[in-house]
T-cell receptor, first 111, second 115 residues
Framework: KQEVTQIPAALSVPEGENLVLNCSFT??????LQWFRQDPGKGLTSLLL?????REQTSGRLNASLDKSSGRSTLYIAASQPGDSATYLC??????????FGKGTRLSVIA | NAGVTQTPKFQVLKTGQSMTLQCAQD?????MYWYRQDPGMGLRLIYY???????DKGEVPNGYNVSRLNKREFSLRLESAAPSQTSVYFC??????????????FGPGTRLLVL
């Protein structure tokens, strides 16, 4: 059974800092690994999706990497801004079952 | 193109009351999902419908029932609400292509308070 873990549960950084959010998964037989953003009181929005054949995906200041062999993914946020404050969730997709989500990392970027 | 819509946005119930949460998607997706989200517990899957006409239990199905009314709509029913069902409920949908680009699209959520 796939399990997805995110550490830390919460992170607070000053504006402008580069940061890394971590995600680990137990079953490497995944089709993709996804990162979502959730603002307070809102639903989830997809940020980046890395297919199993890919090593990384980039969107603006966000870069997500995938290492299937070690069961790890990271989300790198460059030059963080207060508007980046949100909860970030990763999820693993294995094909025959629904997405398996981590519990998320709550990020606060302090101006 | 509204995506995934949920009604109501907020609801207060008394213990023992029943209610149905509605969800609809306009993306012609095959699969639909109901989650609950509680502090410290993350997103937990209640039920899902892989395709029209099918439903399956998720991680926390007790106390809930679902109906896949048609391809667009997937409802979640609480027959006898309990305070432990106080939560934020999210509906999601996906194409269910089984391909490497498969993802889910989420509704805005329903906040439920059971007194």
């Amino acid at each position: 059974k796939q399990e997805v873990t995110q550490i830390p549960a919460a992170l607070s950084v000053p504006e402008g800092e580069n940061l890394v959010l971590n995600c680990s998964f137990t079953d490497s037989a995944i089709y993709n690994l996804q990162w979502f953003r959730q603002d307070p009181g809102k639903g989830l929005t997809s940020l980046l999706l890395i297919q199993s054949s890919q090593r990384e995906q980039t969107s603006g200041r966000l870069n997500a990497s995938l290492d299937k062999s070690s069961g790890r993914s990271t989300l790198y946020i460059a030059a963080s801004q207060p508007g980046d404050s949100a909860t970030y969730l990763c999820a693993a997709y294995s094909g025959n079952t629904p997405l398996v989500f981590g519990k998320g990392t709550r990020l606060s970027v302090i101006a | 193109n509204a995506g995934v819509t949920q009604t109501p946005k907020f609801q207060v119930l008394k213990t023992g009351q029943s209610m149905t949460l509605q969800c609809a998607q306009d993306m012609n997706h095959n699969s639909m999902y109901w989650y609950r989200q509680d502090p410290g517990m993350g997103l937990r899957l209640i039920y899902y419908s892989a395709s029209e006409g099918t439903t399956d239990k998720g991680e926390v199905p007790n106390g809930y029932n679902v109906s896949r009314l048609n391809k667009r709509e997937f409802s979640l029913r609480l027959e006898s609400a309990a305070p432990s069902q106080t939560s934020v409920y999210f509906c999601a949908s996906s194409e269910a292509s089984g391909r490497a680009r498969e993802t889910q699209y989420f509704g805005p959520g329903t906040r439920l308070l059971v007194l």
